[in-house]
Structures are given as structure tokens and as C-alpha cells.
């Protein structure tokens, strides 16, 4: 999934900007995971099945989260980098704007939005 959502955003930025955007699309797929991470755990949470920390409500917790995302991401950055090299198929014909923000829309905004009301929070 989070491939064929790479290479959407990929062929998209391509056709836009003309050179290689490589982490461009690399970032929203990084966002992606870690809403979905976020979601997985916040459901196990909501099961019984695992006890996810809250965050913090100054800022010091919210920054220990970095070293870990900080290598996730250029992780993400160089996998995406060689999957596209190595794949030889002719590239996906680039999606319109508004069809690739309501692709994004439900895979990463829909889930982030669950998931903060099944934790209890509110948006506003």
C-alpha cells in the first residue's frame, strides 16, 4: 500500500516541479506510517491489549519523540529511493490534485482523526 501511495505522490511531484522529488513524496509516506502507527497502537490501547503513554503535556515529552522519527524517516527516505531505481515499470500517469488530496484524505486524515477520538481528545 505504502508503495503504490509513493509512487502516486512521486509521479504527481514529478509532473509538477520536473526534477526528482524523491523526499518530497518520501515525507507524506513517513506522515502516513506514522499516523497508522499512531492508529495501530491507539486501537491496541483501546482494547486492553497494550498501554500507549500519553504524551506530555509540556513540550520536553513531545521532543523525545524525535531521535526515534528523525532515523525512520530518512530510513523511509533511501528505501523509497532504491525501490524506485530498481523498479523498471512504466511509471503510473499522475493523479489530478484534488483526486491525490482525497486519496491522502482517507489514508492518513481519516485515521488520525479516529484515532484522536478514540483516545478522548478533541480536535478544537
Known amino acids: 500500500m505504502y508503495y503504490w501511495l509513493y509512487l502516486k505522490f512521486y509521479v504527481y511531484f514529478k509532473s509538477k516541479k520536473g526534477n526528482d522529488s524523491t523526499f518530497d513524496a518520501a515525507c507524506l509516506i513517513f506522515l502516513a506510517q506514522v499516523v497508522h502507527f499512531i492508529f495501530v497502537f491507539t486501537l491496541l490501547d483501546r482494547v486492553g491489549l ?4 500519553k504524551i506530555s503535556n509540556n513540550n520536553l515529552g513531545k521532543f523525545a519523540y524525535i531521535p526515534l522519527f528523525l532515523p525512520w524517516l530518512v530510513l ?8 524506485v531505481k530498481r523498479d523498471q515499470r512504466v511509471p503510473p500517469k499522475p493523479l489530478q490534485g484534488y483526486k491525490l488530496a482525497t486519496l491522502y484524505a482517507v489514508a492518513v486524515i481519516a485515521p488520525l482523526y479516529i484515532a484522536i477520538k478514540l483516545r478522548g481528545d478533541s480536535l478544537w
Open 76 to 83: 523511509v527516505y533511501y528505501y523509497y529511493k532504491w525501490k
Open 50 to 53: 497494550f498501554d500507549f503513554p
